[in-house]
């Protein structure tokens, strides 16, 4: 059996108060073990002490340690960065930059100087699609996704196929026939096609491999998808996707919705 170890501690975060120590890594479908969940951190130091075990010295300036770009540092813990990795840092503002522009987020000094990307604020422009469902009768619904632009109904119709094969774009709507299908599934599946960064975390979801990236945003593989629809529960990964969860993205969806009804 393939198993993996981490040191991961449950004080040292809310979500890992859940944690139990032999669990499943929904990122990585094989068994982990945390035997030191309930260890605090003088435990860790003094087992360290105890066994004079080695130390990486970067403990000397930080108090944990993960990646160094690692949005959740403070601002002391960045200016540290700053002054001990400054080629780093530089390549850091670098990407947050061109970032800046390819968003098109006017506040740099806000965004990249003042930590705001670590909070992911970037500009409130509105995704404008609506869902509108316009037949339902039966156990049968017929929903109209309408778009601003080709791109979006592309993104969601290179996923769509893992919910139904039951749809046809027209113009800018792409009409969707749900037979048993929840419209929640349908929501879920809009929001993270739409919101998809192509970070590939939610590829292994998929038993049959169908999930796959196609330019940089998550699309299925229509002859390996049996439409199980696992990859659309919300859990093990929250919201089945990393960037629907946290973006804002997601509130302007369903704000548009109930607001204005596109049909
Ligand atoms: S987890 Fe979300 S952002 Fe990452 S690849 Fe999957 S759909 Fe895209
Ligand atoms: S998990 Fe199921 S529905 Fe999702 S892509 Fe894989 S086979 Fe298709």
Known sequence: ????????????????????????????????????LDWTEDDVWSYINAYGLPVNPLYEHFSRIGCWCCPHKSSSEWQKIQRMFPQKAALLKKNLENLTDRLGIKDKQTFIDEYGWT??????????IGINTVCQGGNSTTIILAADSGDQLERIAKLLPALTSDFRIIGNRLQVNLKDISEQRLRILVERALNCVGCGACLSNCVNCALHLENGNIAVDVNSCTQCHACLKTYPLKGSCIARHYSPRRAALIALDESSGTG
């Open 1 to 36: 059996m393939t198993t993996f170890v981490t040191g991961l501690r449950r004080n040292e975060s809310t979500g890992r108060n859940g944690y139990t120590e032999v669990d499943q890594n929904p990122m990585v479908p094989i068994t982990q073990l945390n035997p030191m």
């Open 119 to 128: 909070y992911w604020i970037h500009s409130t422009k509105k995704v404008s």
